[in-house]
């Protein structure tokens, strides 16, 4: 994952970063559309991720409103 952070430093608008969950492959990370190295099989993995942001506790709650259209 941290390679996918150094390879894209900065997004610009309208670029897209998408974590998703997909079954039966695992989390799959992509970047403009374009999937990110191997999916992470656990779904620990996934579920961590979105505690980071939509958690009890999120690193933004600002953000965490705007990603679930409270805000």
């Known amino acids: 994952m941290g390679e996918v952070f150094a ?4 997004l610009m608008p309208g670029d897209t970063f998408t974590i998703d969950w997909v ?3 695992g989390t799959v990370i992509s970047v403009k ?3 990110q190295g191997e999916p992470f ?3 620990e993995f996934f ?3 979105l505690r980071i942001w939509v ?3 999120p690193a933004d709650h ?3 409103d705007a990603l679930l259209g409270t805000r």
């Not at 390879?7 to 900065?10: A, D, L, T, V, Y």
């Open 7 to 10: 390879r894209h430093k900065r």
């Open 23 to 25: 079954p039966g492959s």
């Open 33 to 35: 559309g374009q999937p």
């Open 41 to 43: 099989k656990e779904p």
């Open 47 to 49: 579920n961590a991720l």
């Open 55 to 57: 958690g009890k506790s």
């Open 62 to 64: 600002l953000l965490k």
